[in-house]
């Protein structure tokens, strides 16, 4: 004869898990009762927000560094040159807003493959989305300095630690900063 122990399970309520919260486990009468390793103890603090991805645990936490925030509740465009314009917007206001955004991140929200999304950018726009989002941190850059701002002031506010960065962003994306050019002498006044 068995007996049918009921077992209670809590469950986290961000968990990605669809367990039940109770099921019945049968056991034979006078055996031992066991509970299997997997399920946790009654009475035990549930699994803690580090066993969750990292998009679910900085969601329940609130918690977000820098990063642009998470899809908003707007339903995605039909189209696939309607998301990937709304991926280039994406883009470009997290570079003009100094956040850090990730290629995977946009195609993840567009719902689309990170490599797809890359594909579709380049043969829309030309350049990758890393390319335009470097292109657009230089454009606000130069805007900022031109406004006279300081290499270090402009360099958190586009979002990197140290002016040797802006410098590096700015001669790869073909400009020099405007310290650079002072120090050189030109013709006209060596004359």
């Given at each position: 004869m068995t007996t049918a122990l009921p077992i209670s399970t809590p469950i986290a309520p961000s968990s990605s898990h669809s367990?039940?919260?109770?099921?019945?486990?049968?056991?034979?009468?006078?055996?031992?009762?066991?509970?299997?390793?997997?399920?946790?103890?009654p009475g035990v603090a549930a699994p803690s927000l580090s066993a969750q991805p990292p998009r679910e645990r900085a969601a329940a936490t609130g918690a977000s560094r820098s990063s642009p925030p998470l899809r908003s509740a707007a339903p995605l465009p039909r189209s696939t040159s309607e998301r990937i314009l709304l991926g280039r917007d994406r883009i470009r206001s997290a570079a003009e807003a100094g956040q850090r955004i990730r290629s995977y991140e946009v195609a993840l929200d567009l719902d689309l493959s990170?490599?797809?999304?890359?594909?579709?950018?380049?043969?829309?726009?030309?350049?990758?989305?890393?390319?335009?989002?470097?292109?657009?941190?230089?454009?606000?850059?130069?805007?900022?300095?031109?406004?006279?701002?300081t290499e270090g002031e402009v360099a958190r506010r586009i979002g990197f630690?140290?002016?040797?960065?802006?410098?590096?962003?700015?001669?790869?994306?073909?400009?020099?900063?405007?310290?650079?050019?002072?120090?050189?002498?030109?013709d006209a006044s060596a004359e």
């Open positions: 367990m039940p919260a109770a099921c019945s486990l049968s056991v034979p009468s006078g055996a031992p009762a066991v509970r299997p390793a997997s399920l946790p103890t990170e490599f797809h999304f890359a594909r579709l950018f380049r043969a829309a726009f030309g350049s990758s989305p890393h390319v335009y989002y470097d292109e657009v941190r230089a454009e606000r850059a130069r805007a900022l300095l031109h406004e006279g701002l630690r140290r002016p040797a960065e802006l410098r590096a962003l700015l001669s790869k994306r073909g400009s020099t900063p405007p310290s650079a050019e002072e120090a050189e002498p030109s």
